[in-house]
């Protein structure tokens, strides 16, 4: 008997003793509702416009407790702030930027990448309510998010 005829015969209990597979997740609806800005969309900025992301401080494995840091990187002027998070978790995310919006200048929108902690409803109503530009990047094009990438990059290495 063949490899494939002994898969046929024994789809069914293969399916019955171990389930269905896993289907692929479609983008949920807020990553359908943010517009995409890419590297090259930034020509005439002013400050305001940042762009965020999430640095986990785990070490080499990601067990366990461990902290986040959000950065959130100013486009225009580079200027950065960091925010210890505890934990992952959307709610303190907003948290972090109301705490951070009035300095040095007015925020006016935030670009963020892919990540379920950034695209939820609970970011989008904070923009929506703020008037706040969201944006996010295109998905691994670690280039669409060059300003704070280069930030993360130099906070891991210390």
């Not at 046929?8 to 209990?13: F, G, V, W």
């Not at 896993?22 to 969309?41: E, G, M, Y």
């Not at 902290?67 to 702030?81: F, I, K, N, P, Y």
């Not at 990540?115 to 008037?131: G, P, Q, R, V």
Request: net charge positive; aromatic share 8%; hydrophobic share 40%.
């Amino acid at each position: 008997m063949s490899a494939a005829t002994i898969d046929r015969r024994l789809k069914i209990i293969r399916g019955e003793a171990f389930g269905t597979r896993r289907q692929k997740r479609p983008l949920n609806r807020i990553r359908r509702l943010v517009a995409v800005r890419t590297f090259a969309d930034w020509e005439d900025v002013r400050p305001g416009f940042m762009e965020v992301d999430l640095v986990t401080h785990s070490g080499p494995k990601a067990v366990g407790s461990f902290v986040h840091t959000l950065v959130l990187t100013d486009v225009a002027s580079g200027w950065t702030e960091c925010i210890a998070l505890p934990v992952r978790e959307q709610a303190l995310i907003v948290e972090a930027i109301k705490a951070v919006r009035v300095r040095p200048f007015p925020l006016l929108g935030l670009d963020t990448d892919n990540d379920s902690a950034f695209m939820n409803d609970t970011l989008w109503d904070y923009c929506k309510e703020c008037e706040l530009v969201f944006t996010r990047s295109r998905a691994y094009r670690k280039n669409d998010q060059a300003w704070v990438e280069q930030k993360n990059e130099r906070s891991s290495e210390n």
